[in-house]
C-alpha cells in the first residue's frame, strides 16, 4: 500500500484552537479519518508535492525489525497490565518514534475504534506486519492470550534477526576484502602498467611474456574504453538485478546459495533454524499446522525449502504425519525430520521444534566463526596469487632484458 504525505489544517474540538500539520495515509478519506481519531475537526486536506522525495522516504521512513520488536513488546506489556486495547495502541502511538509506523498505527487505531478486530486491522498493512505477525495476533485474539503472542512475536523477530546479523556479519569481511582487492587492481592496470609499458619501449622492439600482453590489453581497453565498461557494468548489473526477481532466477540463486562450498551448509542451517524458529512460535499461539506449514513456507525465504514444505502440506492433508513427510527430502537436513518424529509421537511438537531451533541457530553461530577463521587464509591466497600475477608481468621481461644484455 502506497502512503501520500497529506497537509491538513483542523480545529481541536476541545480547546478550539487550530492545528497546522500532516498525516500519511492511502487516501484523502483515509487522512480524514486519522485526523478525526486524534480528536480533531479537519478543515483542509491537500496532498503534500512529493518532488525528490520518494527514495529518501521509503528509506528514512522503513520500519525496521527493532521497531516492530518494540512495537510488539510495549503493546504487551500493556495488554498484560490490563489496559484497554485501544488504550494501549494509543500509549504505544505516543512513544514510536517511526514516522511510518506512527502513521500506520493510528489507522490501526482508527479501524479498532469503528470494529475491527486487531489482526484485520493489520492485515491492511502486509509491507510492515507479514503472515507470521497477523497469524499470530489473530490466534492470540481468538484464545485471549494477546498478550503472550505478542511476547512470542517480539522473541521470534528477535532471534531470527540475530541469526540473519551474523549471517551477514561472516560475509561482509570477505566482500570487503575482494573490493579493496578489485579496486588494487584496476589502479595498477590503469595506471602502473602502462608507465612499465613506456619503459619496455624504450628497448626497441621487445618481445613481451603472453601474460604481460594480456594484462596490457586489458589495461588499454579500461583506459580507451572505460566509457563502455562503465556502460556494460551498468547494463549487467541492471539485467541480473532484474533477472534475480524472476522466478527462474529467485531458484538459481537460492539454489546456489545451498551448493557453495563452506557456505552451503550454513544457509541450510539458517532455514532450518528459521523453519523450526516459526514453527515454534505459531504451534505455541495455536495457529493450526497446515496453517503453521503455509507461513513457513513463507518465512524461510527460499523457494526450494518453501516447495518442500507445500508438498508436505498435500502429505499431511492425506494423512501422513508431518516427519514422515519430510523424510528424505533433499532440502531438509535429517535432524529436522527425527525431532519432529519424536514430538509428534509425545505430544511435544512445539518443545521439539524448539529444541531444533535452538541448536540450529547455535550450529549457525559456530558455522559463522568456522568460517571467519578459514575465510581469512583463503583470502591471502587470493591476494597473493593476485599479487604474484601482476608483480609476474611487470618483472618477468626486466629479467629477459637483463638475461640478453649478458649473454651480448
Known amino acids: 500500500m502506497s502512503l501520500i504525505t497529506f ?15 500532516e498525516v500519511q495515509a492511502d487516501s484523502v478519506a483515509s487522512a480524514a479519518k486519522l485526523i478525526s ?13 512529493k518532488v525528490g522525495v520518494g527514495l529518501l522516504s521509503k528509506l528514512t521512513n522503513r520500519v525496521s525489525t527493532k521497531d516492530k520488536i518494540l512495537f510488539s513488546r510495549q503493546l504487551a506489556t500493556l495488554i498484560n497490565a490490563g489496559l484497554p486495547l485501544v488504550q494501549s495502541l494509543r500509549t504505544v502511538l505516543g512513544q514510536t518514534k517511526n514516522k511510518t509506523l506512527k502513521t500506520v498505527t493510528s489507522q490501526i487505531i482508527a479501524d479498532v475504534e469503528s470494529g475491527s478486530s486487531l489482526g484485520s486491522s493489520l492485515k491492511k498493512h502486509p509491507e510492515i506486519f507479514n503472515n507470521i505477525f497477523t497469524s499470530l495476533i489473530d490466534a492470540g485474539e481468538t484464545s485471549g492470550t494477546l498478550d503472550n503472542s505478542l511476547d512470542r512475536l517480539a522473541f521470534q523477530q528477535e532471534k ?19 573490493l579493496v582487492m578489485g579496486g588494487v587492481v584496476a589502479f595498477m592496470l590503469v595506471s602502473v602498467l602502462p608507465q612499465v609499458e613506456e619503459l619496455y619501449k624504450g628497448f626497441g622492439n ?3 611474456p603472453i601474460l604481460t600482453r594480456v594484462l596490457l590489453a586489458v589495461s588499454h581497453a579500461i583506459i580507451d574504453y572505460w566509457w563502455a565498461v562503465i556502460i556494460i557494468l551498468i547494463i549487467a548489473t541492471f539485467v541480473l538485478a532484474n533477472w534475480i526477481k524472476t522466478d527462474a532466477g529467485r531458484a538459481f ?5 545451498m551448493r557453495i562450498p563452506a557456505i552451503g551448509p550454513l544457509f541450510m542451517k539458517l532455514y532450518m533454524a528459521r523453519f523450526a524458529r516459526t514453527g515454534t512460535t505459531l504451534v505455541a499461539s495455536g495457529v493450526p499446522l497446515i496453517r503453521v506449514l503455509e507461513i513457513t513456507a513463507d518465512a524461510v525465504d527460499n523457494v526450494h525449502v518453501a516447495g518442500s514444505i507445500r508438498g508436505a502440506i498435500e ?3 492425506g494423512g501422513k504425519s508431518l516427519a514422515d513427510s519430510l523424510q528424505d527430502d533433499p532440502n531438509f537436513l535429517d535432524l529436522v525430520p527425527s525431532m519432529l518424529r519424536i514430538g509428534e509421537q509425545s505430544g511435544q511438537i512445539e518443545k521439539m521444534m524448539e529444541k531444533t531451533a535452538d541448536y540450529y541457530e547455535k550450529e549457525v553461530d559456530q558455522q559463522v566463526k568456522t568460517i571467519s577463521t578459514i575465510i581469512e587464509p583463503f583470502l ?7 599479487a604474484i600475477t601482476i608483480v609476474s608481468a611487470i618483472l618477468v621481461p626486466i629479467y629477459g632484458l637483463v638475461g640478453q644484455n649478458i649473454i651480448k
Open 206 to 208: 621487445v618481445q613481451l
Open 315 to 317: 502429505k499431511v492433508k
Open 380 to 386: 591471502m591466497i587470493v591476494l597473493g596469487i593476485v
Open 7 to 21: 497537509k491538513y489544517t483542523a480545529r481541536n474540538t476541545s480547546t478550539g484552537k487550530k492545528v497546522v500539520a
Open 253 to 257: 540463486f537460492d539454489r546456489l546459495k
Open 160 to 178: 531470527d534477526a540475530e541469526v540473519i546479523s551474523k549471517v551477514r556479519g561472516a560475509l561482509v569481511y570477505p566482500i570487503i576484502v575482494l
Open 37 to 49: 481519531s486524534q480528536g480533531l475537526a479537519p478543515i483542509e486536506i491537500t496532498a503534500k508535492d
